[in-house]
């Protein structure tokens, strides 16, 4: 069954909660009740503006990467940068895990620049996709269809 844009598209609007360690919100003791958040993943638009506006700052990167990923608390840029570090980094790790990304802080402008743009030309011309539509679909999913160009259209 061959998959339609909007198929592909679905997962970028998909939510996760996450349970957060009470240890990484300042309490030791255990909680009655669970604390999460809700994430969501980066789609390669997220990943470009965070680029761009990053730089090579790998500190902007991870706020910038918590603010967009965060649904439920929505944050600021400068709440994200009072969070206590260890929590910021379960974040940032969790919100790369949902978006298929498991690459360091500092490949992920290298990540999001050449690559990234080959990627999307091939989808493009495999697919028959519009940029928009790339650009609204996260890493795991870009991934999953380089790898099915690649194969001849079966996913292994």
């Not at 998909?14 to 255990?30: A, C, I, K, Y």
């Not at 990943?47 to 600021?76: M, T, W």
Request: proline share 6%; glycine share 8%.
């Amino acid at each position: 069954m061959t998959m339609t844009a909007e198929d592909l598209l679905a997962g970028s609007s998909l939510t996760h909660e996450v349970d957060v360690p009470p240890e990484l919100l300042g309490s030791h003791e255990p909680h009655s009740t669970r604390s999460q958040v809700m994430l969501r993943p980066l789609t390669v638009r997220d990943l470009q503006r965070i680029a761009k506006a990053a730089h090579d700052d790998e500190k902007l990167s991870a706020s910038l990467i918590i603010q967009q990923g965060l649904v439920e608390p929505a944050l600021k840029l400068d709440q994200v940068s009072q969070l206590p570090a260890g929590l910021a980094r379960f974040l940032v790790d969790r919100i790369n895990s949902i978006s298929g990304i498991s690459t360091p802080q500092d490949e992920l402008a290298e990540l999001v620049q050449a690559p990234l743009a080959r990627a999307c030309f091939v989808l493009a011309k495999e697919f028959g996709w519009t940029p928009e539509e790339i650009s609204g679909m996260t890493i795991g999913q870009i991934l999953l269809y380089l790898e099915m160009a690649r194969g001849g259209g079966e996913a292994r």
